[in-house]
């Protein structure tokens, strides 16, 4: 059995499983009561009391000279490199307290020429398997000569951060020190702190090299054409890029470079929350032997899993390797995206369907990221609530959003994208009086848009929002292309895009400073 020294980085537990199979590490979670086999053959396990990500406790190290290129705010919260220290020793004496541990080595990044070695050192087997499935599997000859990596993820999450520290506002901590090339997660066994820590790191050396990281899915169509997708969480992203008629790329991480796009990982991580076999046949077989599902509910007796039970978290989550998708395209790079399409679920049910965007318009709602969320409880339906995260990815970003949206628009003019604004929410009226809207109607416009049609289409533009709408699109009804058309109340239709574009204006003034007056002006007219 494989093992390492890892005694460079102070580790001296000697015995330090290095990239094991993943029927071995199925083997120790059960005999280390890490997780149970359900009916699927996937391995289930829990991550504790956190369920999902802790943005709130992500710190980045202030040191020269990444200080002078990260977007300090509430996104890159500021630590001393003393801290950092800190917490790395306190990670460093808990994993030597254990009498094994997992090494897993991999890759980010399909293309050579952009991509880094990336080490997972953790105390879980099913963290080393749910990395083994998310970073590039590396062959043995790459092994072999892997050397040295150039960043170190130390996952120590069974052991809390020290509150009583100055800059620790909780016993949760996820930091990253990118002089020193390490980052070292305490207080939490969230399976995806890892995944979305490394896509955090390429966030920012990609830039650098001047090429675009993206948190967006990928697909290419028979022709070699390719498209992106970008959405926030509920959006369908995920689901509108597992085209049985088009091969995957990849689901959530990728990169455009001077040569075409590459996948960032070498693995998906689908959301499981109501997931059937009927809707998202794809990602539903995907579960099988060597996936990792993160806090599902099963029957104890048949082992099958409840996908619709929340509660333990809506955040029901599965690990697989990318080649478990049966058309995913190996090795997972592209050409130019002929298509980059934003996708928004608009529950105020205002927003058109499908839109061409303008390359400023492109810059405008890439950086402003929108999408809503529905707020409904249990004393009632109450307005849908807007959600802006710029570049539809702000937690993982590293640099100003300015510097990704002028990457994307520099692509979008020398490569002939088209942009689109897809909005797969509401129609007839925002949540609670409209509908959702199809998703075999939000399928059609993405054929359209794929076969070119949608790109000649005449159009109108929104009196309010000033997005060309096109006046037809094969296979969707007429009348629901124009919104306020669906509205019996036309009234409510104008007071609620006026609210929603006054909420986009508001939330942009925080990159109007760094925005030119074309890009400005993109935006909805108020």
């Known amino acids: 059995m494989p093992t390492i020294d890892l005694s460079a980085y102070g580790i001296r537990v000697p015995n330090v499983l290095r990239n094991p199979a993943p029927a071995l590490l199925y083997d120790l979670a059960l005999k280390r009561n890490e997780g149970e086999i359900v009916d699927s053959g996937a391995l289930a396990s829990r991550s504790g009391a956190k369920t999902g990500r802790s943005p709130k406790d992500k710190r980045v190290v202030d040191a020269e000279p990444s200080n002078k290129d990260v977007w300090w705010g509430d996104v890159n919260v500021k630590l001393s490199d003393r801290q950092f220290l800190v917490n790395r020793q306190r990670a460093i004496d808990?994993?030597?307290?254990?009498?094994?541990?997992?090494?897993?080595?991999?890759f980010a990044g399909w293309d050579p020429k952009y991509r880094i070695k990336v080490r997972i050192v953790c105390l879980n087997a099913y963290h080393a398997l749910f990395m083994h499935n998310m970073l590039i599997r590396p062959t043995r000859a790459d092994l072999a000569h892997f050397g040295t990596p150039d960043y170190v993820i130390f996952n120590a999450g069974l052991f809390p951060a020290n509150v009583q520290s100055l800059e620790m506002t909780s016993p949760t901590s996820v930091s990253l020190s990118f002089e020193r090339g390490e980052f070292v997660i305490l207080g939490t066994q969230y399976a995806g702190e890892m995944k979305k820590g490394v896509f955090t790191i390429m966030n920012y050396l990609m830039p650098r090299k001047g090429?675009?990281?993206?948190?967006?899915?990928?697909?290419?169509?028979k022709n070699g054409d390719v498209s992106l997708f970008f959405g926030l969480s509920g959006t369908g992203k995920t689901t509108l890029s597992a085209d049985p008629r088009r091969a995957l790329i990849g689901d959530d991480?990728?990169?455009?470079?001077?040569?075409?796009?590459?996948?960032?990982?070498?693995?998906c991580y689908a959301k499981c929350i109501n997931l059937s076999r009927e809707n998202e046949p794809e990602i539903y077989d995907a579960i099988r032997f060597g996936s990792v599902l993160e806090n599902v509910v099963y029957d104890q007796h048949s082992r099958v899993v409840d996908f619709a039970n929340q509660s333990i978290t809506e955040n029901t989550r599965c690990s697989y390797p990318v080649e478990y998708i049966p058309n995913a395209k190996i090795p997972c790079v592209g050409k130019h995206p002929k298509n980059v399409i934003f996708l928004t679920c608009d529950a105020y049910g205002v927003l058109p369907p499908v839109s061409k965007l303008t390359p400023e318009q492109a810059m405008y709602h890439f950086i402003s990221g929108y999408t809503a969320k529905v707020a409904g409880t249990e004393m009632g339906v109450k307005?849908?609530?807007?959600?802006?995260?710029?570049?539809?990815?702000?937690?993982?970003?590293?640099?100003?959003p300015t510097k990704y949206a002028e990457l994307l628009a520099d692509k979008i003019a020398r490569h002939g994208s088209h942009a689109w604004l897809v909005n797969t929410g509401w129609t007839g009226g925002g949540f609670g009086i409209g509908k959702r809207m199809s998703i075999k109607h939000t399928r059609a416009i993405l054929d359209a848009i794929h076969e070119g049609s949608l790109v000649r289409a005449q159009?109108?533009?929104?009196?309010?929002?000033?997005?060309?709408?096109?006046?037809?699109?094969?296979?969707?009804?007429?009348?629901?292309?124009?919104?306020?058309n669906t509205w019996a109340d036309k009234a409510a239709y104008d007071q609620k895009a006026k609210h929603l574009a006054a909420l986009f204006v508001k939330n942009f003034g925080k990159y109007a400073d760094r925005a030119s007056e074309k890009i400005r002006s993109a935006g909805p007219r108020v």
């Open 211 to 221: 090429v675009l990281s993206m948190h967006c899915s990928a697909n290419e169509g």
């Open 459 to 484: 159009c109108s533009v929104d009196p309010v929002f000033g997005l060309h709408v096109p006046h037809t699109c094969h296979h969707v009804p007429g009348e629901i292309l124009d919104p306020k």
């Open 94 to 106: 808990f994993l030597n307290t254990r009498d094994q541990l997992y090494c897993v080595d991999g």
């Open 383 to 400: 307005d849908p609530e807007a959600t802006f995260s710029a570049c539809f990815g702000a937690a993982f970003m590293v640099w100003h």
């Open 253 to 267: 991480e990728h990169c455009w470079s001077d040569d075409g796009i590459f996948n960032i990982e070498g693995g």
